[in-house]
């Protein structure tokens, strides 16, 4: 499935740089952002349903990601909740907003800071508290990172976080991405947004009060225990959880349909779309 053909990339100005968005159909707003070290067509199998549903969406790249610019002095959980705040305001006040990952914990931020913007949240496999970690690990990974092997041993690592059965066009998506590290200042912007920290997310998650739903793999590699995470956060944002057998760290591109589905229904609670022509 391929998206509905979009405006040509826009961009929103920010202190430092610019954030790179595409922005498609008409009705309620639905802002998407994707996780650390992947793009804005991490969504490419979500926002045909939603366009088609009557959702106008905004799929967005994270400060030197994709099309944005590397030349942010910050690239952590709340840098991108600004980001995020900032896009929706640009396009006309509240909106859904669904994150991955790093950016679902920056979603949930923003509905602490600015709930003006916020009408709901989906959060996918979604980093709001700092995983428990050894000082060895954390070694390990930050020599991981070091170049001329770094960028291809986090190509292997979003490979391994698609556990099972990958999307069609997994290989195509793959290149997509060393392309992108490969442009000047990318590397180091992902060195960057990897050495945050989610502990700002955690300390207002008892503010979010936007509903809520997440989206979790239920063979998330990323989690020790996927199922139990997706609990806490579900009891600490009083959200409804959907579980997706199989899938890891990108259920949404792992199976898009069952993903899709709990996406609608939840919005369906939220809004009503625009009625399609």
Known sequence: MTAPSASPTRYLDRPGG??????????????????????????????????????????MD???????????????????????????????GSAVLVGNSLAAG????????APDVVSGLVLVGPFVRNPP???????????????PWGPSALIG?????????????????????????AKPGHWAAFKA?????????EARLDEV??????????????FKDPAAEAAWIA??????????????HYPHAQDPERVNAAILAHLATLATPAPRA
């Open 157 to 181: 690592w979003y490979s391994k976080l698609h556990p099972g059965t990958k999307p069609a066009d997994h290989a195509a998506h793959i290149a997509e991405l060393r392309a992108n590290l």
């Open 209 to 222: 009060k936007a509903p809520t739903l997440v989206v979790m793999g239920a063979a998330d590699p990323d």
């Open 18 to 59: 610019r954030i790179a968005y595409d922005l498609t159909g008409e009705g309620p707003l639905v802002i998407m952002a994707p996780g650390m070290g992947d793009l804005r067509s991490t969504w490419r199998f979500q926002v045909p349903a939603l366009v088609g549903a009557g959702y106008r969406v905004a799929t």
């Open 235 to 248: 009891a600490r944002l009083s959200a409804t959880t959907v579980m997706v057998p199989g899938a890891g």
């Open 106 to 113: 920056a979603a949930a931020w923003v509905a602490a800071e």
């Open 62 to 92: 994270l400060r030197g990601h994709g099309d944005s610019d590397a030349t942010f002095s910050s690239y952590d959980d709340v840098a991108t909740g600004t980001d995020l705040v900032a896009l929706a305001r640009e396009l006309g």
């Open 133 to 147: 970690s050894s000082a060895g690990a954390t070694l390990l990974f930050k020599l991981l990172l070091l170049k």
């Open 193 to 201: 947004t990897a050495g945050t920290t989610h502990a700002p997310v």
